[in-house]
Structures are given as C-alpha cells and as structure tokens.
C-alpha cells in the first residue's frame, strides 16, 4: 500500500503561483510513476504532469511552460510549480502513483483544492 499526502493548495490571483507537494509513504519501492491530475466542477479529471522513477517527465499541453513537476526522492515528495497561473486552472488537484508491473495500480491522495481568481 502506498499512501499519499498533499499540500500546498489555496486561493491565488491570476498570473500568480503555487507549490503542491505530495509526500509518499509506505511501500514508495513499488512506485514507478508519480503524477498530478486535475479535476474541475463538472468535469472529467485529467493529467496535468507526471514523472518516471527514471526522472523522464510528461506535461499536458495546458500546462507546458507554466507548471514544473520535480522531485526529492530521499523525501518521497513530487512537487508541482505552477507559474502564471489562470482561472481556468482552478480545479481540485490530485497526486497520483502508479506501480510496477503488467498491471499497475493506482493510488491517489485526498485531493488539494486550487482557486485562481480573475
């Protein structure tokens, strides 16, 4: 089992930033992949970024040159920069991990909620 834990939501401008982190704990060897995905208010929740445990990282196109995922792996902690922050990124964000293995499974967190106000 993998458990995980974000942080770093909140109500902010537009054209402003925020930090999510994602702390992980438990069976953390098992993980191949970590991720965040978005939800919005009547919509389908989606990919925003992700990165292998090799380091190689995957950004929707929503998101290209505004959001940053890195990591910390003594930590176990995925972070998501996000700059120049829009309206229409307010959405509830959600840490995903995914194992090894022909058939993954997926874990994800509580959810962090982000606003951005016009």
């Known amino acids: 089992q993998v458990q995980l834990v974000e942080s770093g939501g909140g109500l902010v401008q537009a054209g402003g930033s925020l930090r999510l982190s994602c702390a992980a704990s438990?069976?953390?060897?098992?993980?191949?992949?970590m991720g965040w995905y978005r939800q919005a208010l009547g919509k389908q929740r989606e990919l925003g970024a992700s990165?292998?445990?090799?380091?190689?990282?995957n950004y929707a196109d929503f998101v290209k040159g505004r959001f940053t995922i890195s990591r910390d792996k003594a930590k176990n902690t995925v972070y998501l920069q996000m700059n120049s922050l829009k309206p229409e990124d307010t959405a509830v964000y959600y840490c995903?991990?995914?194992?090894?293995?022909?058939?993954?499974?997926?874990?994800w967190g509580q959810g962090t909620q982000v606003t951005v106000s016009s």
């Open positions: 995903n991990a995914k194992t090894w293995g022909t058939s993954p499974l997926n874990y």
């Open positions: 438990g069976a953390t060897f098992s993980i191949n992949a």
């Open positions: 990165i292998t445990r090799g380091g190689v990282t």
